[in-house]
């Protein structure tokens, strides 16, 4: 991954769409040839479980958002593990733990989590623009 990647997940929650949207795009580019389509969908099912979750928790914010996070800090040992099993995953995984990371310590939890869903579901599509491996 490369340094400019990683500035530029600061402030999740504060990131403008095109800025999200660069991001993405740049991610997708640089993950094409490392990462195959199963292992990132794989990992984006795992996202789409918790932001449904995120939609359907009833109850107070505060319980709502100690749930969430403790889902999204437990995909770490799930990308770390993907990353133990084909090393060319690496930066994947540093990619998706520094977002993570933004979400779980953002002062804008809200906004920094509606932005991680984005993130996620524009870096699949980019990866896949740009001709991902499909297995």
Same mark, same amino acid.
């Given at each position: 991954?490369?340094? &400019?990647?990683?500035?530029?997940?600061?402030?999740?929650?504060?990131?403008?769409?095109?800025?999200?949207? &660069?991001?993405?795009?740049?991610? @997708?580019?640089?993950?094409?040839? +490392?990462?195959?389509?199963?292992?990132?969908?794989?990992?984006? +099912?795992?996202?789409?479980?918790?932001?449904?979750?995120? =939609?359907?928790?009833?109850?107070?914010?505060?319980?709502?958002? =100690?749930?969430? =996070?403790? +889902?999204?800090?437990?995909?770490?040992?799930?990308?770390?593990?993907?990353?133990?099993?084909?090393?060319?995953?690496?930066?994947?995984?540093?990619? $998706?733990?520094?977002?993570?990371?933004?979400?779980? &310590? +953002?002062?804008? $939890?809200? @906004?920094?989590?509606?932005?991680? $869903? $984005?993130?996620?579901?524009?870096?699949?599509?980019?990866?896949?623009?740009? @001709? @991902? =491996?499909? &297995?």
């Amino acid at each position: 991954m490369t340094e &400019n990647l990683d500035q530029l997940l600061n402030n999740l929650g504060s990131l403008e769409p095109e800025v999200i949207n &660069n991001i993405a795009e740049e991610a @997708g580019r640089a993950f094409k040839d +490392s990462v195959k389509m199963n292992q990132i969908r794989n990992i984006y +099912s795992q996202i789409t479980k918790i932001r449904l979750d995120y =939609k359907q928790h009833y109850g107070k914010k505060e319980d709502k958002e =100690k749930t969430i =996070k403790r +889902s999204l800090v437990m995909l770490k040992p799930k990308l770390a593990y993907a990353a133990g099993r084909k090393k060319e995953l690496k930066d994947f995984q540093r990619f $998706f733990d520094k977002a993570i990371d933004e979400v779980v &310590n +953002s002062d804008d $939890f809200e @906004g920094a989590l509606q932005n991680f $869903f $984005f993130l996620a579901e524009a870096v699949v599509a980019y990866h896949k623009y740009y @001709g @991902g =491996k499909d &297995n």
